[in-house]
């Protein structure tokens, strides 16, 4: 990372080994901790006494947050996202949060519409209408 | 957000663990020793997922420890200045409040709440707007930006603004 003072992740500046890693959205974050909090609660009685703060809190945040409950619809989230040139970090971002208009997307994830970028408002608007389409259809 | 990511850690084994079970071993220490970690560069180690690679082992000179190069997956929270993310009250006093995103705490200074509202205290500490139809109290869902973190050696703190479009409660638990 080039500094602390760089990291401005409305800029994507968030470091090249992090912008590179796969980011997860909340629902994908459930999916993989409610799968080890049950494959711990199988082997022992009591998993709360296994698991450390941070997955405690951090399996009790996803949850609460999780726009997508539904295994399928998590699947299909990425996959539309994915369809539209954003990189990883933006994808989880509009996954997390799902703006419902172009001005709110943007102002979620200003590097959507930095120069050089692909992105007219139609395109936003059409993105944003596949995500509530999902929504509806869960 | 959290990331999935390759972390590397050279993991120290008493030969008493040495035998068949080496691998099981080594693994249930690298989970008690690493899950729930908090690091500056990669954030809260939440949970490991997958073991990559065990390199060869090493034995140290005079104690008999054999020193493994361990590659493993695993979810990590990492908060960055600008993200925008959702967050849980936990705490509101006239300084501003507190929040919660996962294993994070965010301070949101009453600077960076909107003018319009006020602090109101008594049994539930508050923000409200004149009008009284927006709410910040203890359990309130918010979305937030980060516009700050400090990370010392096991925890990372973050600074958060309200004050921005789009940003404030999405939630409130009394009319909820």
């Known amino acids: ?138 | 957000m959290f990331f999935h990511i390759v972390l590397e850690r050279n993991m120290q084994l008493h030969p008493r663990h040495f035998g068949r079970n080496l691998r099981e071993n080594l693994v249930a220490k690298l989970m008690k020793d690493v899950e729930g970690t908090c690091s500056g560069q990669h954030g809260f180690v939440v949970a490991i997922t997958g073991i990559e690679n065990i390199g060869k082992g090493l034995i140290r000179d005079g104690t008999g420890f054999v020193t493994f190069p361990v590659k493993y997956q695993c979810v990590v929270f990492r908060p960055f200045k600008g993200e925008i993310l959702e967050a849980v009250v936990t705490m509101v006093n006239k300084m501003g409040f507190f929040a919660e995103a996962g294993p994070v705490q965010i301070f949101v200074s009453n600077h960076l709440i909107p003018d319009d509202m006020e602090f109101q205290s008594g049994d539930m500490p508050n923000y409200t707007t004149s009008d009284g139809s927006v709410k910040i109290q203890k359990d309130s869902e918010v979305r937030l930006k980060i516009i700050g973190t400090r990370v010392d050696a096991t925890e990372i703190f973050c600074i958060g603004t309200i004050k921005d479009d789009f940003l404030g409660v999405i939630n409130d638990p009394a009319t909820a």
């Not at chain 1, 992090?18 to 959205?25: G, I, N, S, T, V």
């Not at chain 1, 901790?33 to 698991?51: A, C, F, I």
């Not at chain 1, 933006?90 to 050089?116: D, F, H, Q, R």
């Open chain 1, 1 to 138: 990372m080039s500094g602390e003072e760089e990291e401005n992740a409305a800029e994507l500046k968030i470091g090249d080994e992090f912008l590179k890693a796969k980011c997860l959205m909340n629902c994908e974050v459930a999916l993989i901790l409610e799968h080890k909090y049950d494959q711990l609660q199988q082997m022992s009685d009591d998993p709360r006494n296994q698991v450390s703060q941070v997955f405690e809190k951090s399996l009790q945040y996803v949850k609460r947050f999780s726009r997508y409950k539904n295994p399928d619809a998590v699947k299909q989230v990425r996959e539309i996202l994915s369809r539209y040139q954003l990189t990883e970090f933006e994808l989880c971002v509009l996954g997390n949060l799902c703006p419902e208009t172009v001005e709110e997307a943007i102002a979620m994830v200003p590097s959507i519409k930095a120069k050089g970028r692909v992105h007219d408002d139609d395109a936003i608007d059409k993105m944003l209408n596949d995500l509530a389409l999902i929504k509806k259809f869960e």
